[in-house]
């Protein structure tokens, strides 16, 4: 039977419906369903710092070479389309559009970026010019996506609504997949600042910091 996770941290959104949560050293950002934008916090004091303003909906975001890359659902069709942004230099202005028009999470890996797929349950690998470079088969549907080093961590459920929720573990170099640990709530977003999780209870307005059990 699959333990629970367990939590470090429980913080207090300052947005609510908190969706998408990137990390890059002190500063964690957290986007919200309810107001679209993405709030730049403080790491220590959990304060918030800055206020992004993106094209669309921040579904997915994840910090990686000095970029926050993230999915944006635009325009009232809600296209899929990955966005980048440096905080020295702000947004760059050429989008690429998500394969099939699907996109929810992402993570970023030795410059390319792992799109997950949320409802088709697959990860793409997709390198500068969006093309796919390869294709991972998850066993559930995929609610978010983190990267430590040749392994993938996959926040995942097959029914977002009622369904329990787990963390899979994705091995980037066979494809091979194993849950690994149960999420007691319904989560989304998922990230990994090289010693613990970040992922967001959404109907809490709860930010959650958690390691895998033992």
């Known amino acids: 039977m699959l333990q629970p996770i367990v939590e470090v941290e429980r913080l207090v959104s300052s947005s609510p419906e908190p969706h998408a ?8 950002y ?22 992004l303003v993106p094209p669309g909906m921040p579904w997915g975001m994840a910090y990686g070479n000095g970029q926050l890359v993230m999915t944006c659902g635009e ?5 899929r389309r990955i966005r980048r942004y440096e905080p020295q230099r702000g947004w760059h202005p050429a989008p690429l559009a998500c394969p099939e028009d699907t996109g929810s999470h992402v993570a970023v890996r030795n ?11 697959v990860v793409l690998e997709l390198d500068g010019a969006g093309n796919i470079v390869r294709r991972y088969e998850s066993p559930h549907g995929i609610a978010g996506i983190a990267v430590d080093g040749d392994k993938a961590f996959l926040l995942t459920t097959d029914d977002e609504d009622a369904g329990d929720y787990w963390i899979t573990g994705l091995d980037l170099a066979t494809g091979a997949t194993e849950d690994l640990a149960l999420v ?10 090289g010693e613990r999780f970040w992922t967001n209870h959404r109907e809490a307005d709860r930010t959650v910091t958690f390691r895998l059990p033992s």
Request: net charge negative; charged share 35%; proline share 2%.
């Open 75 to 79: 325009e009232a069709e809600d296209f």
């Open 184 to 193: 007691p709530f319904h989560a989304r977003g998922l990230a990994w600042d």
């Open 111 to 121: 410059g390319h970026v792992l799109l997950a797929q949320w409802y088709n349950r």
């Open 30 to 51: 957290v986007s919200s369903r309810a107001t679209r934008r993405i709030d730049v916090l403080d790491r220590a004091s959990w304060r918030k710092r800055d206020e």
């Open 21 to 28: 949560v990137a990390v890059d050293g002190d500063t964690v």
